[in-house]
């Protein structure tokens, strides 16, 4: 069941700047955004623990993250890897990304 994707809860978390998976009462990974003013969202960094690694935990985060935004209307910046790489697999999402330097 390691390679498995799991069924988490994925929520924004405003007051610690990031977004929470949690599976069953446990919090499995989380994906940190600063915002810029009202319209920007910038994604930092993401990060999965150990025991989760493997079964879906980032892709979830970043699509329920990424679908926030676009509910939102807000740009993204992907700073983080992870949601470089992840935009840049899921090209759907590449309308999002701000054009910023």
Known sequence: MNDAIVDVVVHDEPSQSRYEAWDAGTLAGFAVYQMVGESVIVFV??????????RGIGSQLATFALDDARARSL???????F??????RHPEYADLVADVD
């Open 45 to 54: 960094h993401t990060e999965v623990d150990p025991a989760f690694e493997g």
């Open 75 to 81: 740009a993204v910046v992907p700073r983080c890897p």
């Open 83 to 88: 949601f470089a790489a992840f935009i840049g």
